[in-house]
């Protein structure tokens, strides 16, 4: 798995070293951050900046990659005797997700389920999460309703986010909780809305649509973390 951009790739060297197998400089840097780095356990490799944008196919580098472990992914069942899980139901953007994720990680979150996805660029959501991901259980499930099920027979109080909620200002949180997420285009459907067990809003100041889903999803695990 190649990883690049400055944050996500001093994310790895500074908590996860281990899992790095290269790293590829495309620019200069302090002579005494490159002794640092030359006397970690992984191969140190200096590349022309046009290797570099060719191996991450003109992405936006910073001069930094690095070849990575493969990140494995949780399974969901796993998450059933934890007390805070987070479900994403239809998001695929790869942005959205990584900042979601970051966010997820700082806020105490225990795991995150992606469904109605068969697959997700999981480089592209590491990078974007500025390597949070690496620290976050994460699973992939296509079936929501199953997730949902699941979720309801091990004890977990289900929250949805959606316009017409009630205000997250108002509300007990319960200590085992999941918290639904919508796609940014389309939400949550109105059949899943009428199988959780409540949903939440954010009320805004002034007259304004809607939030970001990452904004509104940060708000919200905020509002309900123990």
Do not use: W
Not at 17 to 41: G, V
Not at 117 to 126: A, D, K, M, Q, T
């Amino acid at each position: 798995m190649l990883i690049y951009a400055k944050q996500p790739v001093y994310y790895l060297i500074n908590k996860h070293p281990q899992k790095i197998k290269t790293l590829y400089l495309a620019k200069e840097i302090e002579k005494k951050e490159y002794s640092k780095l030359m006397k970690m356990d992984f191969e140190l490799k200096r590349i022309p900046p046009q290797a570099a944008s060719k191996m991450c196919k003109n992405a936006q580098h910073q001069g930094f990659l690095a070849e990575i472990d493969d990140y494995k992914l949780s399974s969901f069942k796993d998450f059933l005797d934890k007390e805070f899980i987070l479900v994403l139901s239809g998001l695929s953007d790869v942005g959205n997700i990584g900042a979601i994720v970051r966010t997820a990680y700082a806020l105490g979150v225990d795991g995150v389920v992606a469904c109605g996805v068969r697959s997700l660029p999981l480089e592209g959501i590491l990078r974007t999460s500025t390597g949070a991901l690496i620290d976050t259980a994460f699973a992939i499930e296509q079936n929501v309703y199953n997730v949902l099920n699941d979720l309801k027979t091990s004890g977990f109080y289900t929250y949805g986010a959606d316009m017409d909620g009630t205000d997250v200002r108002d509300i007990e949180p319960k200590q085992k909780k999941a918290l639904f997420l919508g796609s940014e285009g389309e939400g949550l459907s109105n059949r899943l809305v009428s199988k959780l067990d409540e949903i939440l809003s954010i009320e805004m100041s002034h007259q304004f649509d809607s939030l970001n889903v990452g904004v509104a999803g940060a708000i919200l695990m905020d509002r309900i973390r123990a």
